[in-house]
């Protein structure tokens, strides 16, 4: 259960609520989250570790960058 609202996450995280938005979609759209109901504030994880790769992945230093 989200206890905040997107607005409110944005605000915490410093992003825009649009940002917080379009993030929750894409991981829906990869099948990492799912949204229980209509208003969208309780979230399924189905797969933890597959989460935890997808962030993990997206916190990786790219390899082959500028060095």
């Not at 229980?36 to 570790?49: A, L, S």
């Amino acid at each position: 259960m989200l206890r905040m609202t997107r607005a409110e996450i944005g605000s915490y995280l410093g992003l825009t609520l649009e940002t917080v938005s379009r993030a929750l979609s894409r991981l829906a759209r990869e099948g990492l989250i799912s949204f229980v109901d209509k208003g969208r504030r309780d979230i399924h994880i189905p797969d933890v570790r597959a989460l935890e790769a997808f962030v993990q992945q997206c916190l990786a230093p790219v390899v082959g960058t500028l060095q």
